[in-house]
């Protein structure tokens, strides 16, 4: 992350996102031969021995270079998408538009109530039985169990998470990169899913 000023002089928190080789379609999917509509993007270019044989195959039928990571797209028309097609982000996007931005949160290991969930924690002073144990977690004899979902201590983050409605404030050609106001999930160097905006009444119907 890095502070962005904008002509006005205003500064802007933003996200500096990069792009390695790739962005490229490998798949056209359609109703008559899928059910559906949608485009598969690959990204991340890499050498041949390291994907599978059935890997390689399905992206050589596209014609596409080996990638590793594959993800898919839903779309209402898909005439404007080719196999071994290269996407341009700056022609996908503009600056001020909104994204939505899908990763993989930072983990954070086994932690307790606390830091996990936000519990308050008792009286830290001596006489004090309970400072950061998690106390009661059932009624007793009725039920006899502890109810599913209950909040108790375990493994945080590495989950998917998605950020909605982040803008879009520079898109620099020169250095490759697309800077997006505000915090995306994951650290530096994860690998991000950028889409537009689901909106109701502007890209979704409101029926």
């Known amino acids: 992350m890095m502070s962005y000023f904008q002509a006005d002089g205003e500064v802007v928190p933003v996200t500096v996102v990069g792009f390695k080789e ?12 899928d059910g559906y509509s949608a485009v598969q993007v690959g990204y991340q270019r890499v050498r041949d021995r390291k994907l599978t044989k059935p890997e390689m195959g399905h992206l050589q039928k596209a014609g596409a270079i080996a990638m590793r990571h594959l993800q898919e797209f839903r779309l209402l028309s898909i005439d404007a998408f080719q196999p071994n097609q290269r996407l341009v982000f700056d022609q996908i996007f503009q600056e001020g538009d909104l994204v939505d931005v899908s990763g993989t949160t930072i983990g954070k290991g086994f932690q307790g109530g606390i830091k996990r969930h936000n519990f308050k924690r008792g009286l830290m002073t001596h006489g004090s039985k309970s400072h950061r144990q998690l106390g009661s977690i059932g009624a007793g004899t009725t039920p006899g169990r502890v109810y599913k ?38 650290k530096p160097g994860n690998l991000l899913r950028i889409t537009p905006a689901k909106i109701v009444g502007k890209n979704i119907p409101k029926n």
Not at 22 to 31: L, R, S
């Open 22 to 33: 790739g962005n490229i379609v490998t798949q056209v999917k359609t109703e008559a031969t």
């Open 149 to 186: 979902g209950k909040k108790m201590p375990g493994r945080m983050g590495g989950t998917k998470r998605k950020i909605r409605k982040l803008k879009i404030v520079k898109i620099d050609k020169d250095l490759n990169v697309v800077m997006i106001k505000g915090a995306v999930p994951g």
